[in-house]
């Protein structure tokens, strides 16, 4: 099998490698570069734990070959952190308890850090409407509203059930 | 272009890859070769040519969603757009790209098909040729495409003065293909239907035009009970196919119901409009 070298930036960094044109970029960024941050559920763009922001805009790494990500920016939940302390969403996300096992965390951090660069105060609705295609099966989701609600400036209090 | 030429069957054209890469994960599709079309920067852009809007077919779905001129332009585009899949699926996927693959449960064959759009395609071997959305959609996943040719552009033409449009859907879950959709588009003169139209999806291997409803209401006053009865009659003549979410019934209980409604809906904005 022929193989194409890959030039991207990721979190900041330029980075390279040589890989097959099947190569996912989920599995480039795991196997090849190492950030296991990013994680695989489906692998097939149902469940959202792959997302990673691609020159800024959500996408499913697993939905994209890694040749097509030559020259691109990519943000991974590796990015968000400075020097071992969370970012303001992070913590958020933290203080609301915003996650139980952790497997989707990643997906929801990235989703959630391009919702708030589009719209800085989204309502409950619209951040519902953005998160609908990340899954979480520990949750029931309510925290994670609530925390992203948090990191929007909200008090963080908990919100009144949807009926 | 040469590259599909060359290869054949063996090809696929890669677009956002939203629906193609599954495929390929799930093993249902094995092509020995991939042609991205992502490096063709002419296929990215849209433009308005009199009264034209022309979309470029790699335009990325979320870029459509945010474009002003396809808002003015084409209105029910601009309320379909949202209604696909999930941010992350519309930051990647591509108007054309979902135009080709042709899902029948898909929103943009069907609003292509309801206005009429041109469909552009290229080969190398044929060059450039258009293709109605009437006869762009062949069957189930199937187009009017050859294996060497890629659709290049969508032309749609500006709405007349009191057209007013809906589309709605009904999914098991928030971001699903829909088990059934319709899109509507009025035009009201003098208080009265000028040109009805609607479109399904979900009920056939290709969207289908209701043509009896269509038919029924033209001239018709934009009344409810017009509405509910051109839908009841259209939803008749079909034959929706059943599977595990919804038997064929069901499936043509919420045709005859999103019909009225997105109907309904539409006459209202095109009052609005007027």
Sequence with gaps: ?163 | MALLQEHGEDARPLAGGQSLVPLLSLRLARPSHLVDLAGISELGTIVVEGDHLVIGAMVRERSAERHGDVRRLAPLLAQALPLIGHPAIRSRGTIGGSLSHADPAAELPAVALLLDADLVAQSSARGTRTITAADFFIGFFTTALEPDEILTEVRIHRPPPGTGSAIEEVARRHGDFAMVGAAAVVRLEDGKIADARVALTGVSGVPVRATEAETVLDGAEPTEEAFATAAEEAAKSLSPPADLHGSSAYRRHLAALLMRRTLKLAAQRAREAA
């Design chain 1, 1 to 163: 099998m022929s193989t194409f070298d890959v030039e991207l930036t990721v979190n900041g960094t330029s980075r390279q490698g040589s890989v097959e044109p099947r190569r996912t970029l989920a599995d480039f960024l795991r196997e090849d570069l190492g950030l296991t941050g990013t994680h695989l559920g489906c692998e097939h763009g149902v469940c959202g734990a792959c997302t990673v922001l691609v020159n800024g805009e959500p996408a499913r790494s697993c939905l994209m070959l890694a040749v097509q990500a030559r020259g691109a920016d990519i943000l991974t939940v590796e990015g968000l952190a400075t020097d071992g302390v969370m970012n303001p969403l992070q913590q958020a996300m933290w203080e609301s308890h915003g996650f139980q096992c952790g497997f989707c965390t990643p997906g929801f951090l990235m989703q959630i850090t391009a919702l708030l660069a589009e719209n800085p105060n989204p309502g409950e609705a619209e951040i519902r409407e953005a998160l609908s295609g990340n899954l979480c099966r520990c949750t029931g989701y309510e925290s994670i509203v609530n925390g992203v609600l948090r990191a929007a400036g909200h008090d963080g209090s908990p919100i009144e059930p949807q009926h």
